[in-house]
């Protein structure tokens, strides 16, 4: 039975970046793809809230904590002119 979701799990994942490939080829099937992919996005969503309801995962529909601002970046020296002479 292992072997067997295996399969299954290689086939979907085949069958996702094959999608993928046709919409970064042509983007005049981004729509298309995205309808076509939507299933698993919803299962992997619906999987997610329900890890989260046991307690076992992240809940997908909490908003994901801000990074903190990064600090202004200068140079420690200036940076040199140079003489056009």
């Known amino acids: 039975m292992l072997e067997q979701l295996r399969a299954l799990q290689q086939a979907i994942a085949s069958y996702a970046l094959q999608l993928v490939a046709a919409a970064h080829a042509d983007t005049e099937l981004v729509a298309s793809v995205r309808n076509a992919l939507r299933p698993l996005d ?4 619906a999987q997610a809230r329900r890890a989260g309801a046991r307690g076992g995962g992240a809940n997908v529909d909490a908003p994901t904590p801000a990074e903190p601002a990064a600090p202004e970046v200068t140079p420690p020296t200036p940076i040199p002119a140079f003489d056009d002479a």
């Not at 919803?42 to 969503?45: G, H, P, T």
């Open 42 to 45: 919803d299962l992997r969503q």
